[in-house]
């Protein structure tokens, strides 16, 4: 299945997927959820687990992830391009 059945396919419902189909191929788009806005509401929940005595670890790991891709240069792509991010870098 090419890119453009797999969007046809998923329609209104998964903007997240449609979002990160559309970084293939080297061409990160600009989206509706920046890097740096999921960095930002990643440190508010971690930080919020902190005062109530609970460790957030995924939520740990996503933010340094998303801080580290938004410091590179992504802070203002959408955060799917996090993928294109991890794997130039791996």
């Known amino acids: 299945m090419n890119r453009n059945a797999v969007l046809a396919s998923v329609g209104g419902r998964a903007t997240a997927s449609r979002s990160w189909l559309s970084t293939r191929g080297g061409n990160a ?3 509706s959820v920046k890097t740096w806005l999921l960095a930002k509401d990643l440190s508010l929940a971690v930080e919020a687990g902190r005062e109530v005595g609970a460790r957030l670890e995924t939520a740990e790991t996503a933010y340094a992830l998303m801080t580290r891709h938004a410091e590179a240069g992504g802070a203002d792509l959408d955060a799917t391009s996090l993928v ?4 130039r870098n791996a």
Not at 84 to 87: I, M, P, Q, V, Y
């Open 29 to 31: 788009l600009p989206r």
């Open 84 to 87: 294109l991010h991890l794997s």
